[in-house]
């Protein structure tokens, strides 16, 4: 939840910028028409910002994911036996 509440905040002060440079978009004056064409272009931007954003994460998980070695298998297979008896006395599995 509270990467939720990060990405909720940020996302209502993005949108309340946009909003707040969009109402004074006529206060630019007509010298900005660059500026004016990248507000309209913004939310746009923002979406394949975003994207591109969640692309390299991806990209960059898969890079670093971690492999179990060979060593560290029996233990994994000791583990899950534990586990097994452990259920079994409790009467959980037949």
């Given at each position: 939840m509270k990467r939720f509440g990060q990405y909720f905040g940020t996302?209502?002060?993005?949108v309340a910028l946009w909003l707040?440079?969009?109402?004074?978009?006529?206060s630019l004056g007509s010298d900005s028409a660059l500026v004016v064409?990248?507000?309209?272009?913004?939310?746009?931007l923002a979406v394949l910002a975003?994207?591109?954003g969640c692309a390299c994460k991806?990209?960059?998980?898969?890079c670093t994911f971690n492999d179990?070695?060979?060593a560290e298998i029996p233990a994994l297979g000791r583990d899950i036996a534990a586990a097994k008896a452990d259920?079994?006395?409790r009467g959980f599995t037949d």
């Open positions: 996302l209502v002060a993005i707040g440079l969009e109402l004074q978009r006529a064409k990248a507000l309209h272009l913004s939310p746009l975003a994207g591109l991806l990209a960059f998980d898969i179990y070695s060979a259920l079994h006395a």
